[in-house]
Structure formats: C-alpha cells, structure tokens
C-alpha cells in the first residue's frame, strides 16, 4: 500500500498547521480539542519549519514544570523532520518511524505539504493489506 492510499482512506479535512512563535499553551489546547498527537509547524500551511508533539510538550513540563506553557513552540518543536512522499510505500513509512522512534511524519511533494501520516495510520493499512493477501491465498488453496 501507498501513502497516498493511506491518505485516501483519511479523507480531504488536511493537515492541522500552527505558526512559527505560537505559544505551548495554544498547541497543547490545539492538540487536547481536536483529539490530535501532534501539530506540523508551518509559516504559510505548505512549507515545513517543524513539528510539535504532545511527547515534546509533556518532556518540558517533567522539566521546568507549567512555565513552559507561555514559551514559544518554537523552543520545542523537532526541526530535522523525516518526510515522505505519496508514492512512499507503508512498509518503508512504518520502517522509518519505528527506527526514529516517531509517530508522525508529514508528506511532502515539490516542497509542499500535502498531508501527514501516523504509526496507527500505517499499521492498519498494513494490517489490511495482510487481511486481503491472507484472504487471497485461502482463495486459492480452497479453489476459489
């Protein structure tokens, strides 16, 4: 399975994108109303200038405690970003973030983004696409 299948099944809402200099407390509101793990960070909704997880946020308050909360995202958020493309197979995606030890990485084509998949997004393609095989060879041993 592709990313851009993954994206399908998804359906069009986009990718939720804050501004460079936006406040912790706005994101983690952000993150806890629309029941999200994470917030790409982009100046303009297309090009990418991070990401912010509630991981990042949670890191920073076992640190300095709710202070933290009026800080700049910008401080916290993760800048060397892992990215995909739509014709990325899920294997290589589900690969990558296991290794980084990520959940979420943002799809890019021509230097846009164009969507962003999570670990859950690709285990149940995955798991699908393993349901059909399984189904397919069961096909065939039975004759079908």
């Given at each position: ?5 993954i ?20 994101a983690?509101k ?31 308050l076992?640190k ?8 700049k995202?910008d ?34 084509e021509d ?34």
């Amino acid at each position: 399975m592709l990313v851009h299948q993954i994206l399908k099944s998804k359906g069009s809402e986009g990718v939720l994108t804050v501004k460079p200099g936006t406040l912790v407390e706005e994101a983690a509101k952000i993150l806890a109303d629309k029941g999200i793990g994470t917030v790409v960070v982009s100046p303009d909704g297309n090009t990418l200038a991070g990401i912010l997880s509630e991981r990042d946020i949670v890191r920073e308050l076992a640190k300095r405690g709710a202070g933290c909360m009026s800080d700049k995202i910008d401080d916290y958020m993760t800048t060397e970003l892992v990215t995909c493309s739509r014709s990325d197979d899920a294997v290589s995606v589900l690969e990558r973030m296991t290794q980084g030890r990520f959940r979420h990485m943002p799809v890019v084509e021509d230097g846009k983004l164009v969507g962003l998949v999570s670990l859950g997004d690709t285990v149940k393609a995955r798991l699908s696409e393993l349901a059909m095989e399984k189904d397919a060879l069961e096909g065939m041993i039975m004759g079908h």
